[in-house]
């Protein structure tokens, strides 16, 4: 992964927008954005693959909710999940969930679902995927402060805790960038 300032990695031949977008593509885990209503605005084809769908059918899955693809003996765990995590209470949660596959099966998953804040607002949900070799769990993290009296996770640039640490571009569902959001490295220092 790349760190440090972008306009270098320009300057030296890497544009970070296309790195950004081709390990997205790439990645061997399911990855999909969500807008905080849930509904789905992007997937990687490794999404698309887990639940199903062929790599060039992942378009299938651009519209409906992440909600669509949880089972009702879930649901409840996923929703207070999500509550959480646009509420700021949370700074990322991971679940071991059951979810719906194309012809209708279920799938054991393990889910870890991150909330990207702009100007101090929840702005889109990430959402990873990958099959699940034990039973059911949550694990989630909240933010928790370091010897200076700072949060060492879950804060912005702004200062604000429930915010995520990483920078990370988003796209639409056309593959244009949106936005960087949070400019700031894992330290929580500004690029």
Same mark, same amino acid.
């Given at each position: 992964m790349c760190c440090g300032n972008p306009s270098l990695y320009r300057a030296g031949g890497l544009d970070i927008d296309v790195a950004y977008?081709?390990?997205?593509m790439m990645a061997s885990m399911g990855i999909a954005y969500a807008g905080v209503d849930g509904t789905i605005l992007e997937v990687n084809p490794a999404f698309a693959t887990m639940l199903g769908y062929s790599a060039d059918q992942?378009?299938? =899955?651009?519209?409906?909710t992440l909600f669509s693809l949880t089972t009702p003996q879930d #649901? +409840? *765990?996923? =929703?207070? !999940?999500v509550s959480r995590l646009l509420s700021g209470e949370l700074t990322h949660t991971t679940l071991t969930e059951h979810c719906i596959r194309q012809d209708g099966s279920s799938g054991f998953f393990s889910v870890e679902m991150n909330c =990207?804040?702009? *100007? *101090?607002? !929840?702005?889109c949900i990430v959402c990873f995927i990958r099959p699940a070799d034990e039973?059911? +769990?949550t694990r989630q993290s909240m933010p928790s #402060?370091?010897? #200076?009296?700072g949060y060492n996770q879950g804060m912005s640039a702004q200062g604000m805790p429930g915010m995520p640490m990483q920078g990370i571009p988003i796209s639409d569902s056309m593959g244009g960038q949106m936005s960087h959001l949070n400019q700031v490295n894992m330290n929580?220092?500004?690029?």
């Open positions: 977008r081709s390990g997205f992942r378009h299938k =899955l651009i519209g409906r #649901m +409840q *765990n996923t =929703l207070k !999940a =990207l804040w702009k *100007n *101090n607002k !929840a702005h039973g059911p +769990q #402060m370091d010897a #200076m009296g929580g220092k500004p690029y």
